[in-house]
């Protein structure tokens, strides 16, 4: 059984960083693309980074590019995001996805999800 677990959120300022991890057991054959989504309040669940397990694929959004970096331990088995020059508008719940194949940017795609972290950035 798969399970992912996001850690890491929290309250931040306005510029400030915060690191998200996902710790993932259960089977690292079925986790090989991996990707950062999030869902504020009333809107829709948003693409924010992918990698794969192999590292030889990072995507981003254009909203968190160049802020945000995403990277993966597989020795620890933990996806991490890091993610700096916060803005209010990055106030979400964060979640952690997996999928057999390489990472997309379609939700629908990925079947293993972590029960979500919360970042709150005040202006």
């Known amino acids: 059984q798969v399970q992912l677990v996001e850690s890491g959120g929290g309250l931040v300022q306005a510029g400030d960083s915060l690191r998200l991890s996902c710790a993932t057991s259960?089977?690292?054959?079925?986790?090989?693309?991996m990707a950062w989504f999030r869902q504020a309040p009333g809107k829709e669940r948003e693409f924010v980074a992918a990698?794969?397990?192999?590292?030889?694929?990072?995507d981003y959004s254009d909203s968190v590019k160049g802020r945000f970096t995403v990277s993966g331990d597989n020795a620890k088995n933990t996806v991490y995001l890091q993610m700096n020059s916060l803005k209010p508008e990055d106030t979400a719940v964060y979640y952690c996805?997996?999928?057999?194949?390489?990472?997309?940017?379609?939700?629908?795609?990925?079947?293993?999800w972590g029960q979500g972290t919360q970042v709150t950035v005040s202006s």
């Open positions: 259960g089977g690292s054959s079925s986790t090989y693309g």
């Open positions: 990698t794969s397990r192999s590292a030889s694929t990072t």
């Open positions: 996805a997996a999928r057999l194949f390489a990472p997309v940017r379609d939700h629908t795609q990925y079947i293993y």
